[in-house]
C-alpha cells in the first residue's frame, strides 16, 4: 500500500485532487438481500448424538426449508441467487471499492448513466419477475401448512412429524413479500383498483427504480435487489457536519481535523485501488509476455485486452488535473493500440517485445509510489 506521508503523495493528493474526484465521481451501494432458506436443526443434533455417541458439539445438522435447490420453491431461491451473484459481480468490476467495503462502490461520473441503466434492466426484467414467480409459488406452499394433510414443505424434510419440521420457521408471505408505499395503494383504490391489484401495481412502480429510499429499504420483505444513493465522497463528509453545531469549539476542530483526514484516507483508497487493478492486470499481461523460445508460444484471448479496458474505464474516476494519472491512462490507451488482436501476439516477437517493453515502462510509472 502507498505510504500518505510520502512527499510525493502528498504533493499528488492535495486538494485539487480531492475536489477533482468528487467532481468526477459518483459513490453508489449494491444492496441485495434473498431469504435464506438454511436453519440449524436442533432435535436433529440431538437425534445423532444418541444414534452414534459423540459429544455434544462434535456435530451440526443443517436443513433447507424449502427441501433444497430441486423443489419447485428451493429451485427458484437459487435461481434468484444466481442474478445476485452476477450483478454483484458487475457492481465489482464496475467500480472501485471505498474504505474496504465492496459493495461501497465509486463510479466514474461518464460511465453512470450505463450503471444504472443496467441495474434498472436487470431489476426490472430478470430479478423482479423471478422473485414473483417465487412468491406465487410460495403463496400456495405455505397456505399447505395451515391444513392438515399433505404439505409439500413438510413432505421435503421428511413429514410433518419429521425432527426437521417446523412449521413455525416460516415467515407469513406478508413478511416475505414486504409492503408496498402505504400513500401509493391508497390512491390506487381511489382510482377504483382493489387492494391486491393496488399492491401489484405499487410493487411493479418500485420495482422499475433501481435506487432504494432509507423508507423503501424498511418495507422491503425477505428480498432485495438494487442500490443505494447516489452520494458524493464529499457529501458523505458533510452530512457528518451536524453534531459540530452542538459541542465545544476545540472539539469540534477536532472533530473537523477528523473527518477532512478520513475524507483524505477516501480519496487516497480511490487513486491506490485505480492503480492495484492497473498494476494487477499489466502485470499478467507482462508475464504471459515473458518469453522467446518458440515451443513457449501461449494463447493470448480476447480476455487479455477486456481486462485492460476494464481498468481503463476506472481510470474516469481520476480528475483531469491529475496528470500522473491522466499520463497513465493515455499509455494504456496507447497499448491497447499496439496490442490490436491479442493473438497477434503469439505470432509475433517485434510485437511481443514492443508490448513488454510498454507494459514495464507503465508499470514502473504506477510503482513509484510502492502501491
Do not use: C
Amino acid at each position: 500500500m502507498s505510504d500518505i506521508n510520502h512527499p510525493s503523495m502528498q504533493a499528488t493528493l492535495d486538494a485539487n485532487l480531492t475536489s477533482g474526484i468528487d467532481a468526477a465521481t459518483t459513490v453508489v451501494k449494491f444492496t441485495h438481500r434473498a431469504w435464506n432458506t438454511t436453519r440449524k436443526a436442533k432435535d436433529a443434533d440431538k437425534a445423532v448424538i444418541e444414534r452414534f455417541r459423540n459429544q455434544e458439539g462434535s456435530s451440526t445438522v443443517s436443513k433447507d426449508l424449502l427441501g433444497g435447490k430441486n423443489t419447485r420453491g428451493g429451485a427458484l431461491v437459487w435461481e434468484i441467487g444466481k442474478i445476485d451473484g452476477t450483478s454483484r459481480n458487475y457492481h465489482y468490476a464496475n467500480t472501485v471499492p471505498l474504505l474496504g467495503a465492496r459493495s461501497l462502490g465509486v463510479l466514474p461520473n461518464s460511465r453512470f448513466a450505463e450503471f444504472v441503466e443496467w441495474f434498472s434492466e436487470r431489476k426490472s426484467q430478470v430479478w423482479y419477475p423471478k422473485v414473483q414467480e417465487f412468491l406465487h409459488v410460495y403463496d400456495e406452499l405455505y397456505a399447505e401448512l395451515e391444513v392438515q394433510g399433505f404439505s409439500e414443505l413438510a413432505d421435503g424434510l421428511g413429514g410433518r412429524g419429521s425432527l426437521l419440521f417446523d412449521p413455525s420457521q416460516y415467515p407469513t408471505p406478508e413478511v416475505m413479500r414486504g409492503y408496498p408505499d402505504p400513500v401509493r395503494v391508497e390512491a390506487l383504490k381511489v382510482q377504483g383498483k382493489t387492494l391486491e391489484e393496488a399492491h401489484d401495481i405499487a410493487f411493479a412502480e418500485e420495482a422499475s427504480d433501481p435506487f432504494y429510499t432509507k423508507e423503501q429499504l424498511r418495507r422491503s420483505g425477505m428480498f432485495r435487489f438494487g442500490l443505494e444513493g447516489p452520494m458524493r465522497l464529499g457529501s458523505m463528509m458533510e452530512a457528518q457536519n451536524n453534531p459540530i453545531l452542538n459541542i465545544e469549539r476545540d472539539a469540534a476542530d477536532a472533530l473537523r481535523e477528523q473527518m477532512i483526514a478520513a475524507h483524505q484516507g477516501m480519496v487516497n483508497g480511490v487513486v491506490e485501488d485505480v492503480y492495484a487493478v492497473a498494476v494487477d492486470r499489466l502485470t499478467h499481461l507482462g508475464e504471459r509476455l515473458d518469453y522467446t523460445d518458440a515451443d513457449q508460444k501461449k494463447v493470448f484471448r480476447s480476455s487479455i485486452t477486456s481486462n485492460l479496458e476494464t481498468a481503463l474505464k476506472l481510470f474516469d474516476a481520476l480528475p483531469v488535473t491529475d496528470t500522473k494519472s491522466q499520463r497513465i491512462k493515455r499509455d494504456i490507451q496507447d497499448l491497447l493500440q499496439t496490442i490490436g488482436e491479442p493473438e497477434a501476439l503469439r505470432h509475433s516477437e517485434t510485437l511481443r517485445v514492443t508490448t513488454k517493453a510498454k507494459v514495464d515502462t507503465i508499470l514502473k510509472d504506477l510503482t513509484v509510489f510502492d502501491i
